[in-house]
């Protein structure tokens, strides 16, 4: 198990090495916006995962 | 002679253009149609039931706008011959790509687990046990890869597609009044208001018919069954026509529940057969085996776009042209996927109805991600060449994904503050 651990944690480190120079460049204004998009759907997707909690409660 | 020269010139031409059609067809028919996976049917199910025909044109409007997704996703994958998740990597970088890399591996996951739900459920109408359905569905969606070839498991694959027309024949059957369907199905209007019932039902019917995992599916097949920049005209036919499928699909089970189980409290496809058994047997069973084949293909596609996906990152051998042997992970990755997946569905007590309806609602929240990448993407001469996007083209994309982050708000309110909308 710890090996498994080992060679896959070695694996995501030479995928983030082989993709650490993005061929797009953003800059940091359309960056941040990307990111607060994807915050934001997270933050709606918690929304329905609260509204889907309490349905199951309720029923 | 003159003439029949020509016309058996224009024969022979069209044969040929059709040849190379039926070589070509495959990832966009089957796409739209997987779309129409479990979840999707409970959607159109238990649209019809609450609200007769009032959705059916808004199923219209979505017609454009997934062949408008979708088509994007042609260009790129038979311009780069990459896979969506190893496109995001590189164009992006690794924390763009592990962000899009989980949020489609638990949309995927989640998905699938509605796709055992829908199996299970109508395969109980025929009293087989879930367990014994659930073994069955999984031995059957890996044993489809096993051939070793792309093409034998797409052409297994149509023949499912096919068969998911099977809702045409049952709405004929319900005699449904067409001009009650053209009068409150055709013209737009919301006639129950706008609630946080109907913003629901509305993110669950668009996010039955766009989703993300359409856009690595397609774009992966794409890539796998060896398209190239010269196909690209022929796959946006198959796009297209995928498109109406999937539409005339969603329209006639809408129609079936809208006509013979309007105003009844159901809260999925399978219930709506069971209760349409007594009616008429032959639109039952038509419902059951139709969310049996929904079910199947979506959790065949679905399944294959995470092993993909990861593939393509972690540089496994991935491509439905090899055998276990020779990809190994590709494999047992998309078997790990399923089996948890119908294990979920057999947990006691599991609110397993809500799962299906709520996951719908959680994919179109966060499509509008997958297709801003999509869009910057093809905007990227120097990756896409010709095939970028024009103007028009990035002004639908965009009034796309601002419609959906509008109605995911609005519907996010309308959870949290339901008597604003009453």
Known sequence: MRNI????????????????????RMSRGVRFALLMLRLYLIFLVLILAYKFATMTVLK | MNFVSLLYYKYRRFAKMLSIFAMILGPGIIVMVADNDAGGITTYAVTGAKFGYGFIWIMFLLLPVAYVCQE???????????????????????????????????TDWLTTVTEFIGMTA??????????????????????????????TWEKIVLVFCVLNLIYIPAAILVNPPVLAI???????????????????????????????????????????????????????MDTAIGSCFTIVVGVFIIIVTGTL??????????????LLMPINKYVGTFMAIGL??????????ISLTSSWAFGEVFGWAHSL?????????????RLVIVVAAGTVVLIPGAPLILITLFVQVIAVTLLPAALTFLVLLLNQEDLVGRYKNTLLQNILASVI??????????????????????
């Open chain 2, 261 to 274: 189980l309007r105003g009844v409290n159901i809260e999925s496809a399978a219930e709506a057969a069971v």
């Open chain 2, 182 to 236: 053209l009068r409150e199905g055709v013209i737009p209007g919301f006639p129950f208001g706008l609630n946080n019932l109907v913003f629901f039902f509305l993110m669950a019917n668009i996010g039955t018919t766009i989703a993300p995992w359409m856009i690595f599916f397609q774009q992966s097949a794409i890539v796998d069954k060896g398209l190239r920049e010269k196909d690209i005209r022929w796959e946006r």
């Open chain 2, 292 to 301: 049996f084949d929904a079910g199947l293909l979506g959790a065949v596609c």
């Open chain 2, 321 to 333: 042209n090899q055998k276990i042997g020779q990809a190994p992970w590709f494999f047992i990755f």
């Open chain 2, 401 to 422: 994904v601002g419609a959906i982050i509008i109605l995911s708000t609005l519907y996010g309110v309308s959870a949290l503050f339901p008597e604003l909308f009453k």
């Open chain 1, 5 to 24: 651990l080992r060679v896959s944690i070695e694996k995501i480190r030479e995928i983030n090495h082989r993709y650490s120079k993005p061929r797009i």
């Open chain 2, 122 to 151: 109508a395969l109980s109408i025929f009293n087989i046990p879930p367990p014994l359905t659930v073994i069955g569905a999984i031995i059957l969606i890996m044993a489809m890869v096993m051939s070793g070839r792309y093409w």
């Open chain 2, 72 to 106: 994007m996703t042609v260009r790129l994958g038979a311009v780069t011959k990459r896979g969506h998740a190893e496109a995001i990597f590189d164009a992006f970088g690794s924390f763009w790509g592990w962000f899009s890399l989980t949020d489609l591996t638990l």
